[in-house]
């Protein structure tokens, strides 16, 4: 099993960049698909992004191609959400997940580990 802290939400402007990183504990770090879920009020949790272990296979969310970036670095044992051009629609709280997979899953369902998430706000 891992464990993961999510770290770097906060609050930004439309039009701008956040990044957001997961750390995880745990030897087997590199074993694991990693995504990224996040859930605004009133709604329910979706995909945004995710990587398989060796961070070359990557998916997005149709809502967030082409502005966000999964990445992962398994010797520091941390992955990352690169986010530009945020819109106010992408306020959410941001999950950290990971799952015992070999090919990327975009269903919350297959993933066993989950961070606590980090706030994201976007003002207009």
């Known amino acids: 099993q891992v464990q993961l802290v999510e770290s770097g939400g906060g609050l930004v402007q439309a039009g701008g960049s956040l990044i957001l990183s997961c750390a995880a504990s745990?030897?087997?770090?590199?074993?694991?698909?990693m995504g990224w879920f996040r859930q605004a009020p009133g709604k329910e949790r979706e995909f945004v992004a995710a990587?398989?272990?060796?961070?070359?296979?990557?998916k997005y969310a149709d809502s967030v191609k082409g502005r966000f970036t999964i990445s992962r670095d398994n010797a520091k044992n941390t992955v990352y959400l690169q986010m530009n051009s945020l819109k106010p629609e992408d306020t959410a709280v941001y999950y950290c997940?990971?799952?015992?997979?070999?090919?990327?899953?975009?269903?919350?369902?297959?993933?066993?580990?989950w961070g606590q998430g980090t706030q994201v706000t976007v003002s207009s």
């Open positions: 997940a990971a799952a015992q997979k070999y090919n990327i899953v975009v269903t919350s369902t297959y993933y066993d580990q």
């Open positions: 745990g030897r087997t770090f590199s074993s694991y698909v």
């Open positions: 990587t398989n272990w060796s961070g070359r296979s990557t």
